[in-house]
């Protein structure tokens, strides 16, 4: 069975940092194409970071990109996004994916169709 959990949120002021962890079970994240979502209040569900299978290739969403790194640690199972320069439009509860997808575009660019496990969350709030 496969689980995913996100850790690492909270509340920030604007400028600060803070780092998302998401540790998996079931699955090691260096097979899959790995990725990071938000969804603030009232609004759809949006990629903001993708990592693929080899660790090699990255894609930041325009709004982060420059600020948010996406990483993992495959000894850990774990999947990371550091967050830096924060802003309150960064608010929104985040999740972690796995790709189970077969295109490539998809899972790069984040197609929320091509991710087929999710974690719960975690909860990130910028205060200005």
């Known amino acids: 069975q496969v689980r995913m959990v996100e850790s690492g949120g909270g509340v920030v002021q604007a400028g600060g940092s803070l780092r998302l962890s998401c540790t998996a079970s079931g699955l090691t994240v260096d097979a899959y194409a790995m990725g990071w979502f938000r969804q603030a209040p009232g609004k759809e569900r949006e990629g903001v970071s993708s990592l693929s299978w080899n660790g090699v290739s990255t894609y930041s969403a325009d709004s982060v990109k420059g600020r948010f790194t996406i990483s993992q640690d495959n000894a850990k199972n774990t999947l990371y996004l550091q967050m830096n320069s924060l802003k309150p439009e960064d608010t929104a509860m985040y999740y972690c994916?796995?790709?189970?997808?077969?295109?490539?575009?998809?899972?790069?660019?984040?197609?929320?169709?091509?991710?087929?496990?999710w974690g719960q969350g975690t909860q990130v709030t910028v205060s200005s």
């Open positions: 994916a796995a790709g189970t997808g077969s295109s490539w575009y998809g899972l790069t660019r984040l197609r929320i169709a091509d991710f087929g496990y």
